[in-house]
């Protein structure tokens, strides 16, 4: 069920002052209170609905899966401006209102107001992982075990460019968010996962190759339901993620944050790249020692974090 918790008197990171701003989450499993909690962040098109039938995560939580709502609370909040929430409150006109950091502080201004004191785990995927990094180095002793997965603690160049031209699709297509998923989806995949999928095969009765079909379903279906103001916020969001906020070093930031850090990457990811994880790895070592770096094995490139559940499980079951 949808709730609601109100973060009074915020300033972005720009100087914006929001007097409120009412964020909505969902809770899952145990009560909360009653047992450890595993914040959850969604990635750019998802929200807080993670697990049960139409959760987009429930091949990793639920009833007896890696993180088993029989044994911990799962909290997951909604990004404001995602358009998930109650009576449309939170649809941004200035897109450019929120940066990654942004996004952190008010989930860690809500933890606090919900009466958390401690988060035994916060795992996020792409967007939502570097959410998870920018709240752990606002919160440095908040989260026992940091789990940002297919993601990074800043934006690179190359996602850079991509959520760039994201931007000038939503901005200039008469289509906006269809024709902007089409191309995400050529970021969010590999050619050999393509290869694999439709090995050119061709759909005589559409006249058109299924790979063709496939991307137009895709389009059609974001655009059915997100938001053109929710894909803009979001895509700023993701481009903008930098826990050092340009100001420090990385390893003098990541030397403050107390968590247990467990980096999962995809061996295919060409958006989040598993080559710039292990660069951030290897920085951490140099100021910490309980960091860990897993690869998921997958063609199917950024995407399979929300496919390879079976790794995605037994590489966290120590954590879980």
Partial sequence: ????????????????????????????????????????????????????????????????????????????????????????????????IFNARDIAGIFGKAVEQLNIKSLYAAIGGSVGGGIAWELAALEPGLIEHLIPVATDWKSTDWLKANCLIQEQILLNSNNPVHDARLHAMLIYRSPESFKQKFDRSYNAEKGMYNMESWLFHHGKKLNDRFTLSAYKGLNHILANIDITKGER????????????????????????TAAEDEITYKELLKVKQNVTHKIIDSVHGHDAFLIEFDQLAELLKDVF
């Fill in 1 to 96: 069920m949808l709730q609601e918790v109100e973060i009074s008197n915020y300033k972005t990171s720009k100087g914006k002052h929001l007097s409120s701003l009412m964020l909505t989450y969902e809770t899952f499993g145990k009560e909360l209170h009653t047992a450890p909690v595993v914040l959850v962040n969604h990635a750019l098109t998802g929200n807080s609905n993670v697990c049960g039938e139409d959760g987009w995560w429930n091949g990793l939580i639920g009833k007896g899966k890696c993180i088993n709502t029989d044994k911990y609370t799962v909290l997951s909040f909604n990004i404001p401006g995602n358009g998930y929430d109650i009576n449309n409150s939170n649809l941004f006109s200035d897109y450019k």
């Fill in 249 to 272: 070093s990385f390893k003098d930031v990541a030397s403050t944050i107390e968590s247990n850090i467990h980096i999962i990457s995809v061996n295919s990811d060409g958006f989040f």
